[in-house]
T-cell receptor
Framework: AQSVAQPEDQVNVAEGNPLTVKCTYS??????LFWYVQYPNRGLQFLLK??????LVKGSYGFEAEFNKSQTSFHLKKPSALVSDSALYFC??????????????FGIGTKLQVIP | GAVVSQHPSRVICKSGTSVKIECRSL??????MFWYRQFPKKSLMLMAT?????????EQGVEKDKFLINHASLTLSTLTVTSAHPEDSSFYIC?????????FGQGTRLTVV
């Protein structure tokens, strides 16, 4: 069975400071890894993904994530936080497989609060 | 990029009535779609896997007679909440994957009064 852990319910960071939202996963093989953001009463918005290649993945809105296979982690980072980054962030994992038959498992979500 | 469209975005219904939510893949064919439910301050929980031309696969604890799923074409899956109750009020999201990426609908906020 696959699982995703986001150990922090909430992360508070001052505007302009770097931010990190943690994610670890458990799945057999080499999975696809994703980060999504959700604003209140909205659907999920894709931020970035790791498929293969460079362990540092750059995504939307200045976010990036580092894939660490040995630690089975995929932490989300941003060098300088904005107040508008305040939202709910989900880490997700999906096994490699043919087509779209593999289901995505989400972490519980981490609320990011950027303080002005 | 690929787009998944979900409709309606918000719906309010009376207890005992049924509500249908649509999920469409706009520029790709999706033989498989997924339906998720999000409880307040909780993660997204997979409810079922919708399979085109065959029965949906439900996750443990999800009532298949209450949450009817129909995947009648390669671009459309529907979720019908039957005999809705206030505890069914939630945020429902569908997803589909044209390949390695997974795309999500914008979600449907269901409120049962």
């Amino acid at each position: 069975a696959q699982s995703v852990a986001q150990p922090e319910d909430q992360v508070n960071v001052a505007e302009g400071n770097p931010l990190t939202v943690k994610c670890t996963y458990s799945v057999s093989g080499n999975p696809y890894l994703f980060w999504y953001v959700q604003y209140p009463n909205r659907g999920l918005q894709f931020l970035l993904k790791y498929i293969t290649g460079d362990n540092l993945v750059k995504g939307s809105y200045g976010f990036e994530a580092e894939f660490n296979k040995s630690q089975t982690s995929f932490h989300l980072k941003k060098p300088s936080a904005l107040v508008s980054d305040s939202a709910l962030y989900f880490c997700a994992v999906r096994p490699r497989g043919a087509g779209g038959y593999q289901k995505v498992t989400f972490g519980i979500g981490t609320k990011l609060q950027v303080i002005p | 990029g690929a787009v998944v469209s979900q409709h309606p975005s918000r719906v309010i219904c009376k207890s005992g009535t049924s509500v249908k939510i649509e999920c469409r893949s706009l520029d790709f064919q999706a033989t498989t779609m997924f339906w998720y439910r999000q409880f307040p301050k909780k993660s997204l929980m997979l409810m079922a896997t919708s399979n085109e031309g065959s029965k949906a696969t439900y996750e443990q604890g999800v009532e298949k007679d209450k949450f009817l799923i129909n995947h009648a074409s390669l671009t459309l899956s529907t979720l019908t909440v039957t005999s809705a109750h206030p505890e069914d009020s939630s945020f429902y999201i569908c997803s589909a994957s044209p390949g390695r990426e997974t795309f999500f609908g914008q979600g449907t906020r269901l409120t049962v009064v």
